[in-house]
């Protein structure tokens, strides 16, 4: 029989652990017990901050201010900031949900459906019922901040980074200063992203330095036949992300990156997953998995040139004069 012990045993088992390793003097190393050591769970506690955080989207009955979110699930590849956080990333968060009825717009572009991925959360924690709770999927599929050396700092979903099937959060410093992140989404025909921060990062300033990814401009790749590319924004009032559009705001806009990307033209990939940042030239690497629908149900491209692509392949570009921050 299926109970809610079950479902928390479950819940349990996923989400984030950090622990410490130390070396002994033999030269072995062993998992040490500290108080800094601690298990993040499908349960725990996350503050929601940046554009999406309190607004209606986010509005639950169980967190009516939209502003905390029970858990993080499915957490995929990571990230390290400058200031010494990690990054973890959300991927297949729609599988945890379920609905009974027809999936609308939002729903189904991050594909709900009604079986999800088996796990049964629902039948004894109904917030993974989009019947009766459609808001809570939209506290799902963000980069969210470890401090993974204060046991008591809540982590954080960063909502400028963007909702999507996240694989990695590849952290950079631009020439201007400004943080810059390198993300993936990795599902067939997604995309490529990445977020510059609005101020910049001060060595010498760390409780500032850890609300630079608060406040930025969300990018999405497009990559062009000629071998160009630019970074288009994903802004409201920009690039036609109007409410007359069915954009009515920035919060709207990153809980559903996925249609704003589609919406402004983004280069469909095959499946990204990890991006690394070259130390010395910034020249960026996204490696694509595979994608068995190019050249049949999705037409080929120039960063995707492969039909039937089985074995996938990486895309290097070169951001202008070597910047990170740049538009193209």
């Given amino acids: 029989p299926w109970t809610a012990e079950k479902v928390k045993k479950s819940q349990a088992a996923h989400g984030v652990t950090v622990s410490v390793i130390e ?19 499908a349960y725990s506690p996350c503050a929601i901050s940046g554009p999406a955080a309190g607004s209606v989207y986010m509005k639950t009955a169980f967190d009516e201010k939209g502003r905390e979110a029970l858990g993080t699930l499915n957490n995929c590849a990571n990230g390290v900031t400058p200031w010494g956080t990690y990054l973890t990333c959300e991927e297949n968060f729609n599988g945890y949900f379920v609905k009974t009825g027809k999936p609308n717009l939002q729903e189904a572009r991050v594909g709900v459906n009604t079986k999800g991925f088996g796990y049964r959360w629902h039948e004894h924690d109904e917030r993974f019922n989009l019947d009766k709770h459609p808001n809570e999927i939209n506290r799902f599929g963000w980069v969210v901040e470890i401090d993974p050396q204060d046991p008591d700092a809540q982590p954080i979903k960063r909502t400028a980074l963007g909702r999507f099937k996240h694989e990695g959060a590849v952290v950079t410093i631009a020439k201007n200063k400004k943080v810059v992140v390198y993300m993936g989404d990795d599902q067939k025909n997604e995309y490529v992203y990445k977020f510059v ?8 300033n760390p409780i500032e330095n850890k609300k630079l990814l ?65 130390p010395k030239n910034k020249d960026v690497y996204v490696t694509l998995t595979n994608n068995s629908d190019r050249g049949s149900q999705i037409p080929l491209n120039a960063a995707n040139p492969r039909a039937s692509n089985s074995m996938g392949h990486i895309v290097r570009w070169s951001e202008a004069n070597g910047d990170s921050a740049g538009t193209v």
Avoid: C
């Fill in 23 to 41: 070396k002994s003097a033999s030269g072995d190393w062993a998992v040490v017990t500290d108080k800094r050591s601690r298990r993040i769970t």
């Fill in 197 to 204: 921060s609005k101020k910049t990062f001060n060595s010498a």
């Fill in 214 to 278: 608060d406040e930025g401009t969300l990018y999405v790749a497009r990559y062009d036949a000629d071998g160009q590319g630019r970074w288009i924004a994903l802004e409201h009032n920009r690039n036609g992300l109007t409410a007359a559009n069915g954009f009515p705001n920035q919060a709207y806009i990153v809980i559903n990156a996925r249609l704003a990307a589609d919406f402004v033209g983004a280069t469909s990939m095959d499946r990204p997953e990890w991006v690394a940042v070259h």
